[in-house]
């Protein structure tokens, strides 16, 4: 029962409408059938024949009784044999029969007319019945169809599509719009959802990157307090010690190489809020590759960045000769930002692993430092600059983050037991 509901409910709306008039035509036609069938039996009863006339005689007799009968004449019938109609075969009737009897004909009428008043006003009802009852049930037929194909296929859809576009209007997206009907109203209402998800996503990420650039933002003024307040010290220093006259030849070129030094600071936040900005601009161009090929060309050119340093490269190739879709560049500058930083902290050895899972390219990068700081971990989905006593690790993170999330993957930094690990995962 539950099944042929269900399928009932989930009919196109244009079935759905044709078996609700057939089925509503259906029943107009046999209840119309069995009213006019009993309103013609009912008449029937009430008068056999309709098309039978009635002739009624009036018979005066000799002794001057009076007697009046009525006769059913049939289209067809011999009238010779009513009896005043009677003649004799010999001869004509005598003198003294006429006077005897004397017949006049006091009516004639039909069938229903010889109905009593309330015979008759029933025969006239049951036809106004059998003409007016079809009809009314037809108009009926044709509301019901729209009224009921307006309950159960309009009116509950319609009105969440109506509540759903106010709060959309209102700015409200929090909330689900669920209308489980495989029918067209059905799946417009799944559009709708899925353009409220898309919506939300959208927003979330804006609020995300608006946070991000306020953080990065307020990440920047911080650290750029620092080599500020060093130059205006240095700047006040000179200019009291010139007046003074007590700043020797070798103090004067101290404190312009740490003016140097903190102009430099400040070039590179520069330069670093210029990359960030450069970097989110990208645009990701795929081309169809052979992925075990593209990992061997891969690992030969990180084997040359690595040789110098005298750290060992091991790699763990998986990738199968098949065709991927990759953006070879974007790929290149991820893992060449990766490896330069596990370069810089690795004491002997850093490994290198690829696989394909799905449409899914995942790379790992270990190293055997010391792995991450505490801080890096905790804010690696920020898009700010890292405080690092050597200036590094912050922005290029970053800048690699991004350009995963813009391959269609992310980036996931985590601690071992024996150090660092990078995992890259991007669409392909």
Request: glycine letters at 6%.
């Amino acid at each position: 029962m539950e099944t042929l509901k269900k399928r009932w409910q989930d009919l196109p709306l244009r079935r759905f409408l044709i078996l609700t008039v057939c089925l509503s035509v259906g029943t107009v036609a046999l209840v119309s059938a069995l009213i006019i069938g009993g309103c013609t039996a009912f008449r029937h009863w009430l008068l056999p024949d309709p098309n039978a006339v009635y002739l009624t005689v009036e018979e005066t007799r000799s002794d001057g009784t009076v007697v009046s009968g009525t006769y059913l004449l049939n289209f067809g019938d011999d009238l010779s044999a009513l009896p005043f109609l009677k003649i004799e075969n010999d001869s004509a009737p005598s003198e003294d029969k006429i006077e005897q009897t004397r017949y006049s004909v006091e009516k004639i009428e039909t069938g229903a007319a010889s109905l009593s008043p309330k015979r008759k006003l029933a025969y006239q009802g049951c036809g106004i019945i059998m003409f007016a009852v079809p009809t009314v049930l037809a108009f009926a037929a044709i509301l019901w169809c729209g009224m009921y194909f307006y309950r159960r296929k309009l009116k509950r859809p319609l009105a969440l599509l109506a509540d759903a576009a106010k709060q959309i209007a209102e700015q409200n997206l929090d909330f689900e719009l669920a209308y489980p009907c495989g029918d067209e109203m059905g799946e417009l209402c799944c559009s709708f959802e899925n353009m409220r998800k898309a919506l939300c996503e959208n927003n979330k990420a804006m609020w995300s990157m608006l946070e991000e650039r306020r953080l990065m933002q307020a990440s920047i003024a911080h650290d750029l307090r620092n080599p500020i307040a060093i130059i205006e010290g240095y700047a006040e220093y000179l200019e009291k010690g010139l007046e003074n006259g007590e700043i020797s030849r070798e103090k004067t070129t101290r404190i312009a190489q740490n003016l140097g030094a903190a102009a430099k600071r400040l070039e590179q936040y520069t330069e670093s809020v210029r990359l960030l900005n450069q970097t989110e601009e990208t645009q990701i161009e795929r081309k169809t590759v052979n992925a075990e090929k593209l990992a061997s060309d891969i690992v030969e050119d990180l084997s040359l960045l690595s040789e110098p340093s005298g750290i060992s490269l091991q790699v763990t190739n998986r990738l199968p000769q098949q065709e991927i879709q990759v953006d070879s560049a974007l790929l290149y500058r991820v893992l060449e930002n990766i490896l330069n930083n596990a370069l810089r902290f690795a004491k002997q050895e850093i490994q290198l692993a690829f696989s394909l899972e799905g449409r899914i390219l995942m790379i790992t990068i270990k190293d055997d430092g010391n792995g991450f700081p505490r801080e890096i971990l905790n804010k690696q989905e920020k898009k700010i600059l890292f405080a690092h006593k050597d200036g590094h690790m912050g922005i290029g993170l970053s800048i690699c983050r991004i350009l995963c999330q813009k391959h269609g993957g992310k980036l996931e930094l985590s601690n071992t037991s024996g150090g660092a690990s990078v995992k890259i995962s991007i669409s392909v």
